[in-house]
C-alpha cells in the first residue's frame, strides 16, 4: 500500500478543527472576495472535511465555455485556506498563507456546479498540506488538488 493511499484513507478519531465551523461562519468569510465574486458556497463540513460548491457560468468559464482551470484553482485554495484558518488555535496571533498549490485538470465542466472536497494530508504546527477533490454534478473527478499552508505570525 502506497504512503498516498494510507494518507487519503486514515479515518480521524476526533475533530480537527479548533475553531467549531457553521455554515453561515464559513459562507460570511466569503463576503467581498474573491469567492463571493465567483459564487463559492460553502454547503457541508465533517469532523475533518469541508465542501464547497462553485457555479460553472460566466464567472468561471473561460473563453471556450469549459470550467476554467484558475477557477478550479481559487475553489482549491480557497477550501484549504478556509480548512487552514479553523485548525489554527489562535486566529488573532496567527494567520494561514498559501505556500504552493498543485491542480491536475482532469475533466471539463461546462454548467451546474462543481463541488469541491478538503480533507488533510498533514496539518501540522506550522505548515498544513491538504487534499483537495472537486466533482461535477454527477460525482466525477473534474480536479485533483494540493495545497500546501504556512501557518505564521499574523503581522498587524
Not at 29 to 35: H, I, P, R, S, V
Not at 62 to 91: K, N, R, W, Y
Request: charged share 20%; hydrophobic share 40%.
Amino acid at each position: 500500500m502506497s504512503l498516498l493511499y494510507l494518507c487519503q484513507h486514515i479515518k480521524h478519531e476526533t475533530m480537527i478543527w479548533k475553531n467549531s465551523p457553521n455554515l453561515s461562519g464559513l459562507n460570511q468569510m466569503g463576503t467581498n472576495n474573491l469567492g463571493s465574486h465567483l459564487g463559492m458556497e460553502f454547503t457541508e463540513f465533517g469532523d475533518d472535511y469541508l465542501i464547497a460548491r462553485m457555479p460553472v457560468d460566466d464567472r468561471t468559464r473561460q473563453p471556450f465555455g469549459l470550467l476554467h482551470g484558475g477557477a478550479s484553482a481559487a475553489l482549491a485554495e480557497t477550501l484549504g485556506s478556509v480548512a487552514s484558518f479553523l485548525c489554527i488555535e489562535d486566529s488573532n496571533e496567527q494567520m494561514a498563507v498559501g505556500v504552493e498549490i498543485n491542480c491536475n485538470h482532469l475533466r471539463s465542466a461546462r454548467k451546474g456546479f462543481v463541488y469541491g472536497r478538503v480533507s488533510p494530508f498533514r496539518v501540522g504546527r506550522t505548515m498544513h498540506v491538504w487534499n483537495i477533490e472537486i466533482t461535477d454534478e454527477r460525482q466525477r473527478l473534474v480536479c485533483v488538488s494540493r495545497l500546501t499552508i504556512a501557518v505564521v505570525k499574523r503581522t498587524r
